[in-house]
Nanobody, 115 residues
Framework: QVQLVESGGGLVQPGGSLRLSCAVS????????MGWYRQAPGKEREVVAR???????SYADSVKGRFTISRDNAKNTVYLQMNSLKPEDTAVYYC?????????WGQGTQVTVSS
């Protein structure tokens, strides 16, 4: 069983920054692919950033140049550094791990960008 616990969400003004963390626990073999998704009210869940087992990263066009995904393999933790936040970044952010063909999700953390 794999568990994911996110932290770091909150209320921030436009132009501000936040860093999300996702701690992964349980039985994990190797380095899984990990990523961040988000879901805004009335919208479908969308990918924000992903990092493969080999360390390759990809970002949604809407966050390129503003968000950075990183991973501490020793701590089994993935981070999402979010800079220059915009009101349209407001959403619940979910951590995702793909391990042995199974998708695991965290409980989500709310990010609200508002003045």
């Amino acid at each position: 069983q794999v568990q994911l616990v996110e932290s770091g969400g909150g209320l921030v003004q436009p132009g501000g920054s936040l860093r999300l963390s996702c701690a992964v626990s349980g039985t994990i073999f190797g380095i899984p692919a990990m990523g961040w998704y988000r879901q805004a009210p009335g919208k479908e869940r969308e990918v924000v950033a992903r990092k493969t087992s080999f360390g390759l990263t990809s970002y949604a066009d809407s966050v390129k140049g503003r968000f950075t995904i990183s991973r501490d393999n020793a701590k089994n933790t993935v981070y999402l550094q979010m800079n220059s936040l915009k009101p349209e970044d407001t959403a619940v952010y979910y951590c995702n791990v793909l391990h042995n063909g199974e998708n695991y999700w965290g409980q989500g953390t709310q990010v609200t960008v508002s003045s």
